[in-house]
């Protein structure tokens, strides 16, 4: 039972353009949800997180939204860099216990020069 | 800062043996820590939650007797795959949680690359 989905396994984007990484949640008990950085044989680097009593966090180039109606949450990310190039977890976790995360599938990002 | 800290970061070692993987939070106290493992392509799983002082808590699924998790100290959790098979093979990763006030963020080791052969 995949509680966080990640639909796309991939995204290709031109440096400069926005990346939008998308996430999908089932359990609506979450109320506290992040996105990770990762590059292979890494451990993941925290990026941007948002309280389920809010629908926007900006952090510099990075924007994560919540629309807690459609159980989904979104990733911009703009201008994208090819140093953006990794693999982006979405996460979830219950009481604010950010400890104990649920993750998404990944999807991997690329970023063209 | 907090950096939490994996060792060793790659092992291969022989079918039937064991392998420990030590977790350390180096510049802060982490009364809990969490084991996940990834597999390759797939998402990080969570294996278990380590609590210092006391007995880990494992998710479903997950064989407290072959996946043993030690939380001795503060800053010191440890995980020993016992009777290792080519199937424990994966990506373990711990993390440890820091709050600041209202704030709490979960910091993560680099990762120990397993390889049972």
């Known amino acids: 039972d995949q509680q966080v989905k990640q639909n796309s396994p991939s995204l290709s984007v031109q440096e400069g353009r926005i990346s939008i990484l998308n996430c999908d949640y089932t359990?609506?008990?979450?109320?506290?949800f992040l996105w990770y950085k990762k590059y292979p044989a890494e451990g993941p680097t925290f990026l941007i997180s948002i309280s389920s009593i809010k629908d926007k966090n900006e952090d510099g180039r990075f924007t994560v939204f919540l629309n807690k109606s459609a159980k989904h949450l979104s990733l911009h990310i703009v201008p994208s860099q090819p140093g953006d190039s990794a693999v982006y977890f979405c996460?979830?976790?219950?009481?604010?216990?950010?400890?104990?995360?649920?993750f998404g599938q990944g999807t991997t990002l690329q970023v063209k020069p | 800062g907090a950096v939490v800290s994996q060792h060793p970061s790659w092992v291969i070692c022989k079918s039937g043996t064991s392998v420990k993987i030590e977790c350390r939070s180096l510049?802060?106290?982490?009364?809990?820590m969490f084991w996940y493992r990834q597999f390759p392509k797939q998402s990080l799983m969570l294996m278990a939650t380590s609590n210092e002082g006391s007995k880990a808590t494992y998710e479903q699924g997950v064989e407290k007797d072959k996946f043993l998790i030690n939380h001795a100290s503060l800053t010191l959790s440890t995980l020993t795959v016992t009777s290792a098979h080519p199937e424990d093979s994966s990506f373990y990763i711990c993390s440890a949680s820091k709050s600041w006030g209202k704030r709490t963020e979960a910091f993560f080791g680099q990762g120990t690359r397993l390889t049972v052969v």
């Open positions: 996460a979830a976790s219950l009481s604010g216990n950010t400890g104990k995360l649920i």
């Open positions: 510049d802060f106290q982490a009364t809990t």
């Open positions: 359990n609506s008990m979450f109320d506290y």
